[in-house]
């Protein structure tokens, strides 16, 4: 069934994005959906609004989001509880998760109109700074946990168990615990492996480790994934979607789950995620 309401969201620091702005605001106009606008994406086009993006979310039945990767990740680390569909038209370069690009938006707006779209259910982590009996409060991750070293060019070790059993010691740069969806990111360019949104599993992709048998392993999505530092001497720190570091104290568990919620990703038809990654990769089959 088409949505009533949009809410419309860009990154707006892309070069022509206001003109995208008013253009997709105007077509979704012209099918009679209702346009509602988060506040700094307004104000670069100077119409009035207010909303942040969890006061969208909670009045739009559909959230479309202009720009990358990123900006997809930024809007979905704000719903907190209000989460709502996405559909993302690239504004940038790679773009897995969008679905459009920007000289598509027509018939990306022809298609939500009638209801075109499926949604791909993407499995979301719960990450916790556990400390004794403080359980630490949840935050929530479409993409990626990273564990790193500080501004020292040195190896960290983080003592890593799956289930209540040790798995390994990692001696190296950092450590990623990537989702499916995350695994076309920080995790594929540690040398992880790809996987399908949908596979319930979690890979663990430790960064330049000095153990050279050290390499990605993939557990199921409901696995507990534990890690802690080791050493005192140098600070760790936790990423969740790139978000800004958090230290790891000496005495501290980091503990990654998968969420109870699912954040659904727009899929335009007779588009799979396969021939997203033949396109985004290049993988021609070409020996050039």
Same mark, same amino acid.
């Given at each position: 069934?088409?949505?009533?309401?949009?809410?419309?969201? %860009?990154?707006?620091?892309?070069?022509?994005?206001?003109?995208?702005?008013?253009?997709?605001?105007?077509?979704?106009?012209?099918?009679?959906?209702?346009?509602?606008?988060?506040?700094?994406?307004?104000?670069?086009?100077?119409?009035?609004?207010?909303?942040?993006?969890?006061?969208?979310?909670?009045?739009?039945?559909?959230?479309?989001?202009?720009?990358?990767?990123?900006?997809?990740?930024?809007?979905?680390?704000?719903?907190?509880? %209000?989460?709502?569909?996405?559909?993302?038209?690239?504004?940038?370069?790679?773009?897995?998760?969008?679905?459009?690009?920007?000289?598509?938006?027509?018939? %990306?707006?022809?298609?939500?109109?009638?209801?075109?779209?499926?949604?791909?259910?993407?499995?979301?982590?719960?990450?916790?700074?556990?400390?004794?009996?403080?359980?630490?409060?949840?935050?929530?991750?479409?993409?990626? $946990?990273?564990?790193?070293?500080?501004?020292?060019?040195?190896?960290?070790?983080?003592?890593?168990?799956?289930?209540?059993?040790?798995?390994?010691?990692?001696?190296?740069?950092?450590?990623?615990?990537?989702? /499916?969806?995350?695994?076309? $990111?920080?995790?594929?360019?540690?040398?992880? /492996?790809?996987? $399908?949104?949908?596979?319930?599993?979690?890979?663990?992709?430790?960064?330049?480790?000095?153990?050279?048998?050290?390499?990605?392993?993939?557990?199921?999505?409901?696995?507990?994934?534990?890690?802690?530092?080791?050493?005192?001497?140098? /600070?760790?720190?936790?990423?969740?979607?790139?978000?800004?570091?958090?230290?790891?104290?000496?005495?501290?568990?980091?503990?990654?789950?998968?969420?109870?919620?699912?954040? /659904?990703?727009?899929?335009?038809?007779?588009?799979?995620?396969?021939?997203?990654?033949?396109?985004?990769?290049?993988?021609?089959?070409?020996?050039?």
């Amino acid at each position: 069934m088409p949505p009533q309401t949009i809410g419309l969201i %860009a990154h707006t620091g892309k070069p022509g994005v206001a003109e995208l702005i008013n253009a997709v605001a105007k077509e979704f106009s012209r099918v009679s959906i209702q346009v509602k606008i988060e506040k700094e994406t307004a104000a670069l086009v100077g119409r009035p609004a207010d909303r942040t993006i969890p006061q969208l979310a909670a009045e739009s039945d559909l959230l479309v989001v202009l720009g990358g990767d990123g900006t997809i990740l930024n809007v979905a680390d704000q719903l907190g509880d %209000a989460i709502k569909p996405i559909f993302g038209i690239n504004v940038g370069s790679l773009g897995f998760l969008t679905c459009s690009t920007s000289t598509d938006y027509r018939e %990306a707006v022809k298609c939500i109109a009638e209801g075109g779209i499926t949604f791909s259910q993407r499995t979301l982590l719960d990450v916790r700074i556990k400390k004794g009996t403080d359980e630490g409060a949840s935050i929530i991750g479409l993409n990626d $946990a990273v564990l790193s070293r500080g501004e020292l060019s040195r190896l960290i070790r983080l003592r890593t168990g799956v289930n209540g059993e040790v798995l390994t010691e990692y001696n190296a740069d950092g450590l990623i615990v990537a989702t /499916p969806t995350g695994s076309t $990111a920080y995790s594929l360019s540690a040398g992880g /492996p790809i996987m $399908a949104p949908e596979s319930g599993v979690f890979v663990i992709t430790p960064i330049c480790p000095h153990v050279l048998t050290n390499r990605s392993i993939i557990v199921t999505d409901d696995s507990l994934i534990e890690v802690e530092p080791t050493e005192d001497d140098y /600070p760790v720190y936790l990423s969740v979607d790139s978000r800004d570091p958090m230290q790891v104290q000496m005495g501290s568990t980091v503990a990654i789950r998968k969420s109870n919620r699912t954040l /659904p990703l727009a899929v335009m038809p007779d588009v799979s995620f396969f021939s997203v990654v033949r396109q985004k990769l290049k993988w021609t089959g070409s020996n050039l």
